[in-house]
């Protein structure tokens, strides 16, 4: 087998199927590389292969490389497992003597990422990990994204709100644009939010935090202000959905209007407090 270089031997460890080629490769290169280097690719093994373990322990035991790496100087390897939804390579970074532990906030987005991306029966074992080590997920990002904002504005699957939600996460959170994980509802990548998002006489009443705009389809924008309600802003979207009208393709149209029309007659039920209504699930 020839040397080959780092960058060649990280693409391998990244998509590799084959455990005895990973194992070959890394064997083959131990010397020529630094702790450092060894370091990476343990990293890069752990962030995208499960269980090809025996290369792991080659790196750590006979290379030397470091579970405590930071990726870029920044992420540790066992965050960059918890990014990449690795279950049973955090337990295996446990065993090796790595914390998963929160001192520092940039490990946060490694957390919000699982929640943007998957869907809840997809995380399970990943967030029972979390929670058994106290890790919990009503927090706020540098970027002022919450992992309740992600999940609603990017994630398809209803049931990871609903997970958020149950573990009280506060939706109340106002991003960098003004808006809270509320008003990105009626454009939620998953159906029916509304039924599980807004519940009670605070949900329609909450305001941006300035005035502001939101563009949730091409060419249609919502303008609010500090003032407006959530009630008010569902009125405004939708006579920004009918003078944009001949902008949009019907379905895009249709499928948002639709919505909108649904999420006011919701916010009439919960305004009149009538004993009989439930929301359908």
Known sequence: MQPISLN???????????????????????????????????????????????????????????????????????????????????????????????????????????????RLAAITDMLMILIE??????????????????????????????????????KYVYDEDGFTAIHYVPFAKAPHLYKDMITCMADIQVKPKFSTSMEPVFECVIKVSEHHTFEEFIYEALNAFLENRHRMYDDIFEKYYYRLHLIAEHISHIRSGTDEYQPVN
């Open 133 to 170: 080590h106290n890790i919990h997920f009503n927090f706020v990002l540098a970027s002022l994204d919450t992992p309740l904002l992600l999940a609603v504005r990017h994630n398809n699957n209803r049931e990871v709100i609903q997970f958020l939600l149950g573990e009280e996460v506060d």
């Open 8 to 118: 060649d031997l990280r693409r391998k460890v990244k998509i590799s199927q084959e455990p005895d080629d990973i194992i070959t490769g890394i064997g083959y290169n131990l010397s020529s590389l630094t702790r450092d280097e060894r370091s990476e690719l343990l990293c890069d093994l752990l962030e995208n292969q499960e269980i090809f373990f025996e290369a792991a322990e080659l790196l750590i035991e006979e290379g030397g490389a470091d579970i405590h790496y930071k990726k870029e100087g920044v992420i540790p390897i066992i965050f960059c497992a918890v990014g990449a939804n690795k279950p049973t390579a955090v337990l295996y970074a446990i065993k090796k003597g790595a914390r998963l532990v929160i001192d520092n906030p940039d490990y946060l987005f490694a957390i919000a990422y699982i929640f943007k991306h998957h």
